[in-house]
């Protein structure tokens, strides 16, 4: 199974892109952002003990937490997982995300700033000029998913066979 898959991306560059270690990178970002969990009601029977009651999964607040907790766990998975599938990318010294995008992005959010460090410079540059389209994030993704050694034919014709959304009463 390959390692890594060399892609052209639409301007002509060609980067290399590695397949990204999930399993770790969900590991790593559970530990640092555990799941917010529903609150329960409790109630107190004749003998004074406590009796937890269902998840209240519906509550308003908890799935409002939830959401963000889902955002912020999608954002973190996104960015270690760019910055494995393209470990050898080298950002061009002339390039700088201020001039790319700085002036667009501080007009719809003013507290936006290019990232920290190196590697924050790096994740801009793979964001802002790499993957800054749908067709080059596209043919990174499908070579991530080659790489998995899955015969996406076949997931494609399972998928096909379930039947789609259906509404109504059921038996």
Avoid: C
């Avoid at 766990?73 to 700085?102: C, H, I, Q, Y």
């Amino acid at each position: 199974m390959a390692q890594y898959r060399d892609v052209e991306l639409n301007d002509g560059r060609t980067v290399r892109v590695y397949r990204p270690p999930y399993s770790r990178i969900h590991a790593n970002v559970a530990k640092r952002f555990p799941e917010p969990l529903p609150p329960v009601i409790t109630a107190t029977n004749v003998t004074g003990r406590e009796i937890p009651g269902p998840p209240l999964v519906n509550d308003p607040t908890y799935r409002a937490e939830h959401a963000r907790w889902e955002a912020a766990r999608n954002e973190e998975v996104d960015k270690m997982g760019s910055l494995f599938m393209f470990k050898d990318l080298e950002v061009p010294a002339d390039w700088d995300v201020e001039t790319a995008v700085g002036a667009e992005m501080r007009y719809f959010d003013s507290s936006w700033a290019p990232r920290e460090g190196p590697i924050g410079r790096k994740l801009d540059y793979i964001q802002w000029d790499v993957l800054s389209d749908n067709e080059n994030s596209m043919r990174a993704l499908n070579a991530v998913k080659e790489m998995t050694g899955i015969d996406l034919q076949e997931v494609d014709a399972n998928r096909a066979s379930f039947r789609g959304e259906v509404a109504g009463e059921t038996d």
